[in-house]
C-alpha cells in the first residue's frame, strides 16, 4: 500500500524568504502523480503543483517549485520569496495511474508566514 | 466556471438525526468523489463516481453513510443515525478525466452534538 509522509507539522518563515516542505512516499508503483495542495484557513483546497513520475525535470510554477527524487521517493516543495497569503496548510498526495486514479495524502504541514 | 458548489457551509446535528449534504461539481467534469477530513489530517477518501456510476467506496463508509449522483450531476450524500465520531469536514471535489487535478469545494462542517 502506498503511503505519504510529511515530517514538519509546522513551519514558520519570515516575509519574502524561502522555505521548503518535505515529502517522502512509499510505493512499488513505476507510474503516478505526484501533488501539492494548499489549503488556507477556512478556505477550499487549491493546486499547487503538479509532478508526473516519468518526468525527469522539476515542476514549476511561478514562485513554487519542487524537487523530485524518484530513486529516493522524496517529493519536496520550495516557496521562493513567500508572502502572507502562502500562511496555508500543505498536503502532499500521491496518485496512482490506474483506473482508480486515487489521492493517497500526507498529514499536512501548517505553514506560518510573518510580517 | 464557477467551481465546484457545497451545502451547506456548516451543520450541526444532533446525534442519532440523518443529515444530507449536497455537492455541485464543475459542469464538464465527469468525475466526484467524497472525502473526510478532520482536524490536522489530510483528506480521506469515502467515495467516489464516474458520471453516475459509483465505482468505489472506502471501508470508511459504514452502511450508514450513502452517497448518490443522479444523472451525473450534482451529489448527495447522507449520513443516517449520526455519531460524534462523523463530526469532521466532508469535501466534494470533481475532475475531468481520471489523471487531471481535483477541483475542491469548501466544504461541509458537520458537527454532531
Known amino acids: 500500500a502506498q503511503t505519504v509522509t510529511q515530517s514538519q507539522p509546522e513551519m514558520s518563515v519570515q516575509e519574502a524568504e524561502t522555505v521548503t516542505l518535505s515529502c517522502t512516499y512509499d510505493?512499488?508503483?513505476?507510474?503516478?502523480?505526484l501533488f501539492w495542495y494548499k489549503q488556507p484557513p477556512s478556505r477550499q483546497m487549491i493546486l499547487v503543483i503538479r509532478?508526473?513520475?516519468?518526468k525527469q525535470q522539476n515542476a514549476t510554477e511561478n514562485r513554487f517549485s519542487v524537487n523530485f527524487q524518484k530513486a529516493a521517493k522524496s517529493f519536496s516543495l520550495k516557496i521562493s520569496d513567500s508572502q502572507l497569503g502562502d500562511t496555508a496548510m500543505y498536503f502532499c498526495?500521491?496518485?496512482?495511474?490506474?483506473?482508480?486514479?486515487?489521492?493517497?495524502w500526507g498529514a499536512g504541514t501548517k505553514l506560518i508566514i510573518k510580517p | 466556471d464557477t467551481g465546484v458548489s457545497q451545502n451547506p457551509r456548516h451543520k450541526i446535528t444532533k446525534r442519532g438525526q440523518n443529515v444530507t449534504f449536497r455537492c455541485d461539481p464543475i459542469?464538464?467534469?465527469?468525475?466526484l468523489y467524497w472525502y473526510r477530513q478532520t482536524l490536522g489530517q489530510g483528506p480521506e477518501f469515502l467515495t467516489y463516481?464516474?458520471?453516475?456510476?459509483?465505482?468505489?467506496k472506502s471501508r470508511l463508509l459504514s452502511d450508514r453513510f450513502s452517497a448518490e449522483r443522479p444523472k451525473g450531476s450534482f451529489s448527495t450524500l447522507e449520513i443516517q443515525r449520526t455519531e460524534q465520531g462523523d463530526s469532521a469536514m466532508y469535501l466534494c471535489?470533481?475532475?475531468?478525466?481520471?489523471?487531471?487535478?481535483?477541483?475542491f469545494g469548501n466544504g461541509t462542517r458537520l458537527t454532531v452534538t
Open positions: 463516481f464516474q458520471n453516475e456510476a459509483q465505482l468505489e
Open positions: 459542469s464538464e467534469h465527469n468525475r
Open positions: 498526495a500521491f496518485m496512482r495511474m490506474d483506473s482508480n486514479y486515487q489521492l493517497i
Open positions: 510505493t512499488s508503483e513505476n507510474n503516478y502523480y
Open positions: 471535489a470533481s475532475s475531468w478525466t481520471g489523471d487531471s487535478p481535483l477541483h
Open positions: 509532478q508526473e513520475a516519468y
